[in-house]
């Protein structure tokens, strides 16, 4: 029995066969939502519909520009300190 790594592995493999191959862009595509993109989503069902999702995502961008934001800060000040 193959593990949830191992299964993730052989799919990003098979990704980079298809996009390798000779086929057309159309072919390429349907080929990788079927054989790759499908069978990932089934793989981490359970971990997006838990949040894992798309709000998880936005809200670890918004934690990052807000980062910035005060680095930038900190910058300018030590600028007036000068």
């Known amino acids: 029995m193959t593990t949830r790594l191992e299964l993730e592995e052989y799919l990003y493999r098979r990704a980079i066969d298809i996009i390798e191959s000779a086929d057309t862009d159309d072919e390429k595509e349907q080929l990788l939502y079927q054989e790759v993109w499908h069978p990932l989503t089934e793989l981490y069902a359970e971990?997006?519909?838990?949040?894992?999702g798309v709000d998880?995502?936005?809200?670890?961008?918004s934690d990052i520009g807000k980062k910035d934001k005060k680095a930038k800060r900190k910058q300018a000040k030590k600028k007036k300190k000068r």
């Open 56 to 61: 998880s995502v936005k809200k670890k961008q």
């Open 47 to 52: 971990q997006i519909k838990a949040g894992m």
